[in-house]
């Protein structure tokens, strides 16, 4: 049976260190602050939302919610953001996406000060993750996966890595982190041939499709270990799941994490993690 990388330990370990420096910005007169900017009520913004106010209470972060109704006009929205950016005592923005369809989304994410992307979602962010320099933040979730890998001991250095899905949100990102680490990539898509094979040879395979329990058996093999970004509800099964079929691969590979309770429950974590980062460096006039 394969070992269960479960999240909690990982974030409680991150936690930890967060608290820390916290108590050092506040005795230094910093109060690390947390903007949440949501457009509207998507429920799956809400629960994001209530999870990242929970974590933030427990480390010592404060939090700003900015919500605007669903209908908001674009211009509202950037001035919005422009505020915030200029606002001295707010430290990171997490400004949830997706936006209602009428508004640029693309210059929104972009008019976010690199500085206080602390979700990685602008470009800038993204050139500091491909460059491996300190411009913003990589994405949190993408670094969730390498958090636990790290933690657990897992080698990365050298080892085959299969990661699928090429977006910016995670795919790409993830891979790039890997890279750093001397990971050796590849990158599977839609148009990847074979890609069960591809991945079978995979030592370290991390999957973020976004397709509920698609990677079945033919993916897997002994000795891999599987990172699981997926999430979605299983109606038939009433509960979450990720993309990898988590039955069947329970029985085959070394690792895995579980869904929900694996790379989902480190996510916040790096979230209030960037957001004192962020604190820091803006206070020293870094970054």
């Known amino acids: 049976m394969a070992t269960i990388l479960k999240g909690k330990p990982v974030a409680d370990a991150i936690n930890e260190k967060t608290r820390q420096m916290v108590q050092e910005c506040l005795q230094k007169g910093i109060e690390p602050t947390l903007a949440i900017l949501r457009v509207g009520e998507r429920e799956d ?35 919005t953001i422009r505020e915030l950016n200029d606002d001295p005592k707010v430290h990171g923005i997490l400004m949830f996406r997706p936006l209602p369809k009428y508004i640029d989304g693309e210059k929104a994410r972009n008019m976010l000060c690199p500085k206080k992307d602390v979700d990685g979602c602008t470009d800038g962010s993204l050139s500091g993750v491909f460059t491996n320099t300190d411009t913003g933040f990589a994405p949190c979730t993408a670094q969730a996966a390498v958090e636990i890998l790290k933690y657990y001991g897992i080698e990365i250095s050298g080892k085959r890595t299969v990661v699928m899905g090429r977006s910016l949100v995670i795919g790409r990102p993830v891979a790039m982190l890997l890279m750093h680490e001397n990971a050796t990539i590849t990158i599977c898509h839609r148009k990847t041939k074979d890609m069960p094979g591809i991945a079978r040879n995979a030592e370290i395979l991390v999957s973020a499709i976004g397709e509920m329990e698609n990677i079945g058996r033919e993916y897997l093999s002994p000795n891999q270990v599987v990172i699981d970004v997926g999430i979605g509800w299983n109606e038939e099964k009433q509960k979450l799941c990720g993309d990898v079929c988590f039955e069947e691969a329970e029985g085959i590979v070394q690792a895995i994490t579980p869904v929900p309770g694996g790379v989902g429950s480190v996510t916040t974590s790096i979230l209030m993690q960037h957001t004192v980062f962020a604190a820091m460096a803006l206070s020293n006039g870094q970054h």
Request: glycine share 8%.
């Open 45 to 79: 913004d809400l629960s994001y939302e209530r999870g990242a106010m929970k974590r933030a209470e427990a480390v010592g972060v404060s939090v700003k919610n900015v919500i605007l109704p669903a209908d908001v006009e674009e211009e509202r929205l950037f001035g």
